[in-house]
């Protein structure tokens, strides 16, 4: 596999242990390459703070924090409860290391981490970035970007990654140490470029289609699903039109007043729960997102090897033109049409020594170019390898996850349906009585 700035063997550790028993702490807590970081520790975002301070350019700001936990799996079944390692991380330092990953591990679907700002919301819910549920659905999906990253059997291996969940204080420049940005600057120029890879891999375009499709199908899925909960909404509303209408009636009828305020306890309480079925309606609304943005996570994939395909292609291409030169110089004769052939005729054949010098030039371009392509070549099957393995991997995971959380939803909603059937049971048995 490429370098993919992981150690065949990474530690992780207490932060706030002494150095002498940090360093005995981390050995006993060694993660091999391959497995899983979360058959060794568990990790949470246990809590979100909201906190004031001065931003680069000298500013009041207010921001997030959040509070990431650890503690040995073996804990539990050892029956202690140590105090967990913890720390506190922004966003913007959960977006470093996610683009890191994505420069460090091109050939990987790096799981995404969830919206900064609310998309398919319905009307009733706040967009704003601060409000407290929106700060805790954002909550939950950063702890499952951690626990996406920690069970990747290659991911959660990465020595940066344990930085970011040991190191409170130093981790940025760690980061920035590895010189990933100038890798990151270079590499978004070449994909923003235009080029067209001659002989397109079939699985990888078919790949980048689906994920264009998987993002569209998710997509409607979410507006439709944010329609769908306005005019919930609205129906629970109504309800609670019902009660109050019921609930006032009942004041000036006498022989039916205790039958008509008990069916407007029903329409009332039928109502006041709308805010709850609708909180865990986010919660599937929030999986699917995940999946939308996992599909900008696949596509990548597929477009950073049309690039390693490409590079490969002009390689091969520029030392197949390195030796017709070659070839055009031994023999005397220009094949095609070029400003070489022109100068040539205008102003007559080069000389031996000067074809002589050419020639050397052009065997230790070749020689270069030989070597180059055999590198591009390597590194594009690897890449493919070790792609396809992990969409594979990725592919089981997402049938698993949306079959899952499709079936919830829909015993959600059945759920909800049922409940709306027995509160106009329980009204018409209240009618009965009068």
Not at 56 to 74: C, F, H, K, S
Not at 323 to 341: C, N, P, V, Y
Not at 358 to 363: A, D, F, S, T
Request: hydrophobic share 35%; proline share 3%; glycine share 4%.
């Amino acid at each position: 596999m490429a370098d993919s700035g992981s150690e065949d063997i990474a530690v992780i550790g207490n932060t706030d242990l002494t150095p002498s028993e940090s360093e005995n702490n981390l050995k006993n807590t060694m993660v091999e390459k391959g497995t899983s970081l979360l058959k060794k520790m568990e990790i949470s975002v246990a809590e979100a703070e909201k906190r004031t301070g001065k931003n680069a350019v000298n500013m009041q700001e207010t921001y997030t924090v959040y509070l990431i936990e650890m503690r040995p799996v073996d804990a539990a079944s050892e029956g202690t409860n140590p105090v967990p390692d913890s720390l506190w991380r922004r966003y913007s330092e959960f977006e470093l290391l996610r683009n890191y990953l994505l420069v460090t591990y091109p050939f990987l679907v790096v799981p995404p981490l969830p919206e900064k700002r609310a998309e398919f919301v319905w009307h009733k819910l706040s967009a704003d970035n601060m409000d407290p549920d929106f700060v805790e659905r954002r909550r939950v999906g950063l702890e499952n970007f951690l626990l996406r990253v920690a069970s990747h059997p290659d991911l959660s291996t990465d020595k940066i990654f344990y930085s970011f969940l040991t190191e409170e204080n130093g981790w940025k420049e760690t980061v920035f140490e590895t010189g990933f940005q100038a890798k990151a600057d270079s590499r978004l120029k070449a994909l923003n470029a235009t080029f067209r890879v001659k002989n397109p891999d079939k699985r990888f375009a078919e790949m980048k289609h689906y994920g264009d499709e998987l993002q569209s199908v998710i997509s409607q899925l979410l507006r439709v699903r944010a329609r769908a909960a306005d005019r919930l909404y609205g129906v629970y509303k109504v309800h609670g039109n019902y009660g109050r209408v019921f609930s006032e009636w009942s004041a000036i009828e006498k022989e039916m007043g205790d039958g008509l305020q008990s069916a407007g306890h029903h329409m009332d309480a039928y109502a006041a729960s709308v805010d709850d079925i609708l909180e865990e309606e986010e919660h599937y609304a929030d999986q699917m997102k995940e999946y939308l943005f996992y599909a900008d996570a696949l596509r990548a994939v597929c477009r950073k090897h049309e690039l390693t395909q490409y590079e490969l292609e002009m390689a091969a291409q520029d030392l197949t033109s390195k030796k017709q030169q070659r070839e055009e110089l031994a023999t005397g004769t220009i094949r095609t049409f070029s400003l070489k052939g022109v100068t040539s005729k205008l102003f007559g054949q080069e000389t031996p020594e000067q074809r002589e010098a050419k020639l050397k030039m052009l065997e230790t371009q070749i020689e270069e170019g030989e070597e180059l392509v055999k590198e591009r070549n390597a590194e594009c099957e690897e890449f493919v390898k070790s792609a396809w393995v992990d969409i594979e991997r990725f592919k089981e995971q997402k049938d698993h996850d949306l079959r899952e959380a499709l079936i919830s939803y829909a015993i959600m909603q059945i759920s909800m349906c049922k409940k709306g059937i027995q509160v106009w049971n329980n009204a018409k048995e209240c009618f009965s009585k009068m």
